[in-house]
C-alpha cells in the first residue's frame, strides 16, 4: 500500500523522468514527500510560468514529456503561458495541478478551478485523476497522449485526497515496441512526383526531430540538389554552412527568401504545419488556392488538409520518411541553379547592415556565430532583438536553438535554465530584450540554487521595442505604453551570487563574454544599445 503521491513518483521513474520543475503548493504534499524519496530531480522554480517553460524547454530538448508540478487556482493560471508554448511548438509535457478535495467539489472552495474548462482550448488533453488505484492507468496515458501524433501538453488534476489516499496500485508495464512502417515506396512516390517541378522548395519543421534526422536531410537534400528552408525558429535542424541551406522563414524573413517560395512551383513540407509566420500572414501561400505543387508529411492525420489541401500527402513523423527519403538515388533533375541562388540569397543576407549606437547586435551575434562551441546552445523569448539572432547567427547542430514558436515574451531565461541543467558541460546562451527578461528574471534564484550557468545578454533599449516598432509605423510620433524604467541588470545578477558586466562600447563584449564563461556562475551581460535600432532593417528617425 502506497499513498498516491508515492504511485504518481513511481510512475514517471518508470518512464525515465529524471527531472520535474515546480512551485510547492499544499496541494500536492503527498507529491513532495514520493519526491523525497526518489532520484527525480525536483527542480524548485519561483513562479509556475516559469516552471512550465523550464519543463516545456526540456521536452524539446530530449524528446520526451517536460515534466512541471504546481498548486491549484493561481498556480495553474499563472502556468498556462507555458502549457501555450508547448501547444504551438508541438513540445510533449505534462503539468500536474494540485487540486481540491473530491467532497469539495463545485463549492467554489478556496482556490477552485474546472481544469477541463480552463485548459480545454490549450492542451490535447485534461484530466481529474478521481481514483488512487488508477494514477498509474492516467501518468501512461498521460505521456502516450502528450507524444503521439502532434506531440503536445497534457494537464492533469490531482485532487488532495486521492493523493494523500493509499491504494495496492499496479505499476505501469514496459512501453510497447513500436513497429515502424516501411516508407520506401512512400519517398519514392514523392520524389517520383517532386521531380517534375522545375523550382522546388523544401520545407522543413515541427516535432519528433533528431541528429540523425538533421543528418538524414543534410543527405538528401544533398543528393537531389534541392534548396531547404527551415520553419519559424527552427534553424537548428540543418547546418546552415551546408550549401542546400537557404534560410529560415521567419517574421523578418529574408525578402529574398519569401520570395522564392511565392516563385516555387513545388514545396516539400516535412513536419511543419506550414504556419501563420512561414507563410507572412498566409500571403506567400494562399489557403483559399494556389497553383503549386504541396507535398505536405506531417505526424497527425488530422494536420494534413486542415489548412492546406496538398496534392500529396504521407502521415509519418519527420525522421522516418528522411530516413527513406536519404536512402533514394538521385532523381536526375536538375536544379543546382536553382538552389545555388537561392543559396547566394541566404548568404548576402548574412553581411551585417550597420545600426546606430556604440553596441552593434549585429557585430555581437556575428562574434557569437563564429566563437561559440558547435554545440553551444542559444535561446530566446520574443521581442526585435531576436531578429538579429535569426538573421545573423549560424545554427550547427540539432538541438543548439530553443525559442517558442508562440512568441512568448519571458521564455527565453527559464529555458536556458532548463538547458544549463540537462547538459551542464555545454556552453548556454540567453538572448533577451530588457523588457522579455523582467518577466522572469525572478528564476536568477532558481538558477543560483540549483547551479545552473547560463549567460545572459540582455540587450537594453529601455523600452519594448516590438511595439514601439509597430507604433511607429502606424501611429507615428505618438509613444504611449511602450518605455521601460529598467534596473542595473548586472548587479541583479551579482546580487544573486553570479556574475554581471555592462557593455557600452562594441570592443568590449568579448571580453565580458569571455570572463562570464570563466566565472563558472549564472552570468548576465547587459548590453546598453541605442533605441533608435528597432529592428535589423529598421531605424527610428
Not at 519559424?232 to 522564392?260: I, S, T, W
Not at 522572469?440 to 511595439?467: C, F
Request: overall charge negative; proline content about 6%.
Amino acid at each position: 500500500m502506497r499513498h498516491g503521491g508515492r504511485i504518481l513518483v513511481d510512475q514517471l521513474a518508470t518512464l525515465g523522468v529524471e527531472r520535474a520543475f515546480s512551485v510547492p503548493g499544499e496541494s500536492f504534499l503527498a507529491v513532495l514527500d514520493g519526491l523525497h524519496d526518489s532520484a527525480i530531480a525536483n527542480v524548485v522554480c519561483r513562479h509556475e510560468g516559469g516552471a512550465a517553460m523550464m519543463a516545456e524547454a526540456h521536452g524539446k530538448l530530449t524528446g520526451r514529456p517536460g515534466v512541471a508540478f504546481v498548486t491549484r487556482g493561481p498556480g495553474a493560471t499563472n502556468a498556462s503561458a507555458g502549457v501555450h508554448v508547448a501547444q504551438q511548438d508541438s513540445t510533449p509535457m505534462v503539468l500536474f495541478v494540485g487540486q481540491i478535495a473530491r467532497g469539495d467539489r463545485d463549492r467554489e472552495a478556496f482556490q477552485e478551478v474546472d481544469y477541463r474548462a480552463m485548459f480545454g482550448g490549450l492542451a490535447k488533453w485534461v484530466a481529474e485523476i478521481d481514483d488512487t488505484a488508477r494514477i498509474p492507468e492516467y501518468i501512461g496515458r498521460a505521456f502516450e497522449v502528450a507524444m503521439s501524433g502532434r506531440p503536445g501538453p497534457v494537464v492533469l488534476a490531482l485532487p488532495e485526497d486521492v493523493l494523500s489516499g493509499r491504494a495496492d496500485a499496479h505499476d505501469l508495464s514496459p512501453a510497447p515496441e513500436r513497429l515502424a512502417p516501411d516508407l520506401s515506396g512512400t519517398a519514392a512516390r514523392i520524389m517520383e512526383r517532386l521531380r517534375r517541378a522545375e523550382r522546388p522548395l523544401v520545407v522543413v519543421g515541427g516535432p519528433h526531430w533528431s541528429g540523425r534526422a538533421a543528418a538524414d536531410l543534410a543527405r538528401f537534400a544533398e543528393a537531389q540538389g534541392l534548396p531547404v528552408a527551415a520553419g519559424f525558429r527552427r534553424q537548428d535542424y540543418m547546418d546552415n554552412r551546408h550549401p542546400n541551406y537557404v534560410g529560415d522563414l521567419n517574421v523578418g524573413v529574408n525578402p529574398k527568401l519569401a520570395e522564392r517560395v511565392r516563385a516555387a512551383d513545388a514545396l516539400l513540407v516535412i513536419g511543419s504545419r506550414l504556419g501563420d509566420i512561414e507563410t507572412q500572414g498566409y500571403t506567400l501561400l494562399d489557403p483559399a488556392g494556389h497553383d503549386k505543387l504541396l507535398i505536405h508529411v506531417h505526424a497527425d492525420a488530422d494536420e494534413i488538409g486542415r489548412v492546406w489541401r496538398p496534392e500529396l500527402a504521407a502521415v509519418a513523423e519527420a525522421p522516418a520518411m528522411l530516413s527513406a527519403l536519404a536512402e533514394l538515388a538521385p532523381c536526375g533533375a536538375d536544379w543546382f541553379g536553382w538552389t545555388h541562388v537561392a543559396r547566394d540569397d541566404y548568404e548576402g543576407w548574412l553581411a551585417p547592415k550597420q545600426t546606430p549606437g556604440a553596441v552593434k547586435l549585429e557585430q555581437v551575434i556575428g562574434w557569437l556565430s563564429e566563437n561559440l562551441p558547435e554545440d553551444a546552445i542559444l535561446t530566446n523569448g520574443a521581442g526585435n532583438y531576436a531578429g538579429w539572432l535569426h538573421r545573423y547567427f549560424r545554427f550547427k547542430g540539432y538541438r543548439t536553438q530553443l525559442a517558442p514558436t508562440s512568441g512568448s515574451m519571458g521564455y527565453g531565461f527559464p529555458a536556458a535554465i532548463s538547458a544549463s541543467l540537462a547538459h551542464p558541460g555545454r556552453t548556454v546562451v540567453c538572448l533577451a530584450g530588457d523588457g522579455c527578461f523582467q518577466m522572469t528574471l525572478n528564476e536568477l534564484s532558481t538558477a543560483a540554487q540549483h547551479d545552473a550557468t547560463p549567460i545572459v545578454i540582455v540587450v537594453n533599449n529601455g523600452r519594448y521595442g516590438t511595439i514601439r516598432m509597430h507604433q511607429e509605423k502606424q501611429y507615428p510620433g505618438r509613444v504611449s505604453g511602450t518605455m521601460l524604467a529598467n534596473p542595473d541588470f548586472a548587479a541583479l545578477a551579482r546580487a544573486y551570487g553570479g556574475h554581471g558586466e555592462v557593455v557600452e562600447e562594441e570592443d568590449g563584449f568579448a571580453a565580458a563574454f569571455t570572463r562570464a564563461r570563466k566565472s563558472g556562475k549564472i552570468a548576465v551581460i547587459e548590453l546598453r544599445v541605442d533605441p533608435a535600432a528597432l529592428s535589423t532593417g529598421q531605424i527610428l528617425a
